[in-house]
């Protein structure tokens, strides 16, 4: 199994980026997914998760309102749009991918994960 993701950046506080996490040697429709991150000394946490269908989305408070998950089963890919970054957001953003149906918000229930791309917003 390989998660490889894209779109990570720079920006300035206020602006957009989308990431992107293709999934290769899985079946993607039966995949739970979901997106982490992790700031410089700091654990690793959960940002937000989407069941298999896509029908169903989690998301920690932080980026409620903000950040978007969703998830192009016929393409095999993850996106996560996160609108409005404020520097808080700085952080290295993991996908992972699990085989529960539902939206998984345990770190520890994830078997899979990409490498992360960094995300900057500048204070």
């Known amino acids: 199994v390989q998660l490889v993701e894209s779109g990570g950046g720079s920006v300035l506080a206020g602006n957009s980026l989308k990431l992107s996490c293709k999934v290769f040697?899985?079946?993607?429709?039966?995949?739970?997914l979901g997106w982490f991150r992790q700031a410089p000394g700091k654990e690793r946490e959960f940002v937000a998760a989407?069941?298999?269908?896509?029908?169903?989305?989690s998301y920690a408070d932080s980026v409620k309102g903000r950040f978007t998950i969703s998830r192009d089963n016929a393409g095999n890919t993850l996106y996560l749009q996160m609108n409005n970054l404020q520097p808080d957001d700085t952080a290295v953003y993991f996908c992972?991918?699990?085989?529960?149906?539902?939206?998984?918000?345990?770190?520890?229930?994830?078997?899979?994960w990409g490498r992360g791309p960094q995300v900057t917003v500048p204070s």
């Open positions: 989407i069941s298999w269908s896509g029908g169903s989305q």
């Open positions: 040697g899985r079946t993607f429709s039966r995949t739970g």
């Open positions: 992972a991918a699990n085989a529960d149906a539902d939206t998984i918000t345990e770190i520890e229930k994830y078997d899979s």
